[in-house]
């Protein structure tokens, strides 16, 4: 009875969101799933179980028990859970109960205290704003 329940849930909701707002229903990989592959989608993927395998997606969520070792090219990523790999994503959120082993590259970030990161967090495109205006040390050694 119970996944009778989820399977009308999901072709509900579904059917929904194609007539009133359009967004995409996210494709969820459960906690008890492991998967072993390249996922790529236009759409939401939201991660509770195991990827081995890299990811190509609009908006990615890995939750709090979800794992994912390979590479992650979004817009977004919100991480909870753990991803070992690298990312290349646009808006990067990492939880405090997230852990990144790897490098991120992205133009916005916000990582909350507590996080664990062992690895590079680079900015894309524009030059970084403490390295700008910065006076020329070894011109300023030379005239003392």
């Keep these: 009875m119970k996944k ?13 969101s194609r007539s009133t707002t359009g967004a995409p ?11 072993k592959g390249d996922i790529i989608s236009d759409g939401i993927i939201h991660v509770d179980g195991h990827v081995e ?11 709090i028990k979800g794992s994912v070792l390979g590479a992650v090219n979004a817009n977004s990523l919100h991480l909870y859970g753990s991803l070992n790999g690298r990312a290349a994503v646009d808006n990067l959120f990492i939880a405090k109960s997230a852990k990144l082993i790897g490098d991120a ?6 990582i ?3 996080a664990y990161i062992d690895g590079h967090c680079l900015r894309q495109g ?3 704003p403490a390295e700008q205006g910065k006076p020329d040390l070894l011109l300023t050694d030379k005239s003392k």
Excluded: F, M, Q
């Design 112 to 114: 909350e205290p507590g």
């Design 25 to 35: 229903v996210p494709s969820i990989i459960s906690e008890n799933a492991r998967l």
């Design 53 to 63: 395998g890299d990811i190509s997606c609009d908006e990615l969520i890995i939750g």
């Design 126 to 128: 524009a030059p970084i």
């Design 4 to 16: 009778l329940k989820r399977l009308l849930y999901i072709k509900l909701a579904r059917r929904l």
């Design 105 to 110: 590259s992205h133009n916005t970030i916000a």
